[in-house]
Nanobody, 113 residues
Framework: QVQLVESGGGLVQAGGSLKLSCVAS????????MGWYRQAPGKQRELVAI???????NYADSVKGRFTISRDNVKNTVYLQMNSLKPEDTAVYYC???????WGKGTLVTVSS
């Protein structure tokens, strides 16, 4: 059973920063692509960023240049550094083991204007 546990969400003013963490059970982070997704109220869940096993990254256009995804294979952790946050970044952020049905429960990020 794979478990993904997110943390690091909270309330921040526009222009501020937050760093999200996703700790995975077992040594799955080094063996799989990992992704961060978000779901705003009344909207569908959308991709934010993905990191491959080779550390290649892809970002949604809306976060390019502001967010950075990274991984620590020793700690079985994936991070999402979020800078220059905007009110439209407000959402529940989820960690996902790519190509699987495993999701974390999410962490809420609220950006005030």
């Amino acid at each position: 059973q794979v478990q993904l546990v997110e943390s690091g969400g909270g309330l921040v003013q526009a222009g501020g920063s937050l760093k999200l963490s996703c700790v995975a059970s077992g040594s799955i982070v080094s063996l799989n692509a990992m992704g961060w997704y978000r779901q705003a109220p009344g909207k569908q869940r959308e991709l934010v960023a993905i990191i491959s096993t080779g550390r290649n990254t892809n970002y949604a256009d809306s976060v390019k240049g502001r967010f950075t995804i990274s991984r620590d294979n020793v700690k079985n952790t994936v991070y999402l550094q979020m800078n220059s946050l905007k009110p439209e970044d407000t959402a529940v952020y989820y960690c996902h083991l790519e190509y699987s049905n495993y999701w974390g429960k999410g962490t809420l990020v609220t950006v005030s204007s």
